[in-house]
Each structure stands twice: as C-alpha cells, then as structure tokens.
C-alpha cells in the first residue's frame, strides 16, 4: 500500500487549495478513504471521508461547507478542496484508509489502517 500527497503549500486566510492523495497497492476503488490532519503537539484529527464509489461524503463539523472530498477511481486519486481557509485550518494533512466505513472515523490512528506521509498546508498572511 502507497498513498502519496501532495499540494500542500502556503495559502492566505480566505484562500483556497486543492491537495491529491496518489494511491497504489490495492484496489483503491473498493475501499472507503479519509482526510486527517495533525498540528505539532496534537493527535489527528479526521476531516473527511469519502464512500468507496464516491456516493456519499462525511465531514467534520469545523469544515463542513468549506472543504469538500471527491475521488476519481479511474486515477487512484483521493482529492481534498479547500475553500475560505483559515488559520485553524494550518496542519499536515494525511489520506488515509479508515477500518471502518459508513461515517464512524475517530481522531486517532487507531481508526485507521493506513497513511501517507503527508503534505504540509500553512494558512497565514
């Protein structure tokens, strides 16, 4: 199992950003997928998640109506929009594979089975 990011980067409060997560190694289309991300000094905290055929999204509370998760089976790929950011929203963020399904993702990598190593979004003026 590979999950590479990638598309993080430093963007102005407001701003927007998309990152990817590059899967290999398994049929990536048949697994459910999850955003988490982590500050310094911090646990994970889950994002999102998306179902394995793309048909439903589930968001936690502090992003909800500024991020949106979307995959494209054809490419292995796990996309994260990130819109109006703000400063809280500064963290590493991880594509991850969740060992459960149906919008139960917990803030510890305990939930999940996989992930990658990352890619770095900096919110700031």
């Known amino acids: 199992v590979q999950l590479v990011e990638s598309g993080g980067g430093l963007v102005q409060p407001g701003g927007s950003l998309r990152i990817s997560c590059a899967a290999s190694?398994?049929?990536?289309?048949?697994?459910?997928m999850a955003w988490v991300r982590q500050v310094p000094g911090k646990g994970p905290e889950w994002v999102s998640a998306?179902?394995?055929?793309?048909?439903?999204?589930y968001y936690a509370d502090s992003v909800k109506g500024r991020l949106t998760i979307s995959r494209d089976n054809a490419k292995n790929t796990l996309y994260l929009r990130m819109d109006n950011l703000k400063p809280a929203d500064a963290a590493m963020y991880y594509c991850?594979?969740?060992?459960?399904?149906?919008?139960?993702?917990?803030?510890?990598?305990?939930?999940?089975?996989?992930w990658g190593q990352g890619t770095q979004v900096t919110v700031s003026s």
């Open positions: 190694g398994f049929p990536f289309g048949t697994y459910d």
């Open positions: 998306i179902a394995s055929d793309g048909g439903k999204t």
């Open positions: 991850a594979i969740p060992k459960n399904t149906g919008g139960a993702y917990g803030n510890s990598w305990s939930w999940y089975d996989f």
